[in-house]
């Protein structure tokens, strides 16, 4: 069964410091992949998607994210962090290709120090 | 860009009451979900629909049922709250690849 794992419950980084979020994910064929930013009592927010192509994606906020199919990975980086990007993060997997449903990791809760 | 409104940002019920969560997309999706999010547990589909009046169950519907009368329209009933039943439940909706998701509900079953 398809899964989504995402290593680390809690990261945190200082400001202005690089950041790199794990998600790995177990899927038989091409995946679709994607990561969510939950705020604090918010819904997710779509950071970016990966369906095909250019491994490495940009999305909104400064992110981005690189596929490697060879170590089953979406790992999600910025190069420098800002305060206002302390949230969880949330890595998924579409279940059945575009139209199938998302698996969801169990989220990554990102703190900032000062 | 698509708007997912879920009715209620906080709701405080009592055990054994009917509760109904309400969500409405705008932009003629036919996909809608319903679930649930626990710390630690992540997000856990409770429900999903394809179409009006089609429904299918997730990954834990047990003490929930859904209502699709209307496209635009996903409604997550519980029929007799329970204090389990705490949490923050959240609504989605999608068209292609990927979904857009409501602000979230905050339920406490008293």
């Known amino acids: 069964a398809q899964s989504v794992t995402q290593p680390d419950i809690h990261i945190t980084v200082s400001e202005g410091a690089s950041l790199e979020l794990r998600c790995n994910y177990s899927?038989?064929?091409?995946?679709?992949l994607f990561w969510y930013v939950q705020s604090p009592g918010q819904g997710l927010q779509l950071l970016l998607k990966?369906?095909?192509?250019?491994?490495l994606v940009q999305g909104i906020k400064g992110f981005e994210a690189e596929f490697k199919r060879s170590q089953s990975s979406f790992n999600l980086r910025k190069p420098s962090v800002h305060w206002s990007d302390a949230a969880e993060y949330f890595c998924?997997?579409?279940?059945?290709?575009?139209?199938?449903?998302?698996?969801f990791g169990k989220g990554t809760k990102l703190s900032v120090k000062p | 860009d698509v708007k997912v409104t879920q009715s209620s940002r906080y709701l405080v019920k009592r055990t054994g009451e009917k509760v109904f969560l309400e969500c409405v997309q705008d932009?003629?999706?036919?996909?809608m979900f319903w679930y649930r999010q626990d710390p630690g547990l992540g997000l856990r589909l409770i429900y999903f629909?394809?179409?009006?009046?089609?429904?299918e169950k997730g990954d834990i519907p047990e003490g929930y049922s859904v209502s699709r009368e209307k496209k635009e329209r996903f409604s997550l009933i519980l029929e007799s709250a329970s204090t389990n039943q705490t949490s923050m439940y959240l609504c989605?909706?999608?068209?292609?690849?990927?979904?857009?998701f409501g602000s979230g509900t905050r339920l406490t079953v008293v």
């Open positions: 629909s394809y179409d009006v009046k089609m429904k």
């Open positions: 998924a997997v579409g279940d059945g290709g575009s139209q199938g449903n998302l698996i």
């Open positions: 989605a909706s999608r068209l292609t690849a990927g979904y857009t």
């Open positions: 990966y369906f095909s192509g250019d491994t």
């Open positions: 899927y038989g064929a091409t995946p679709y």
């Open positions: 932009m003629d999706h036919e996909n």
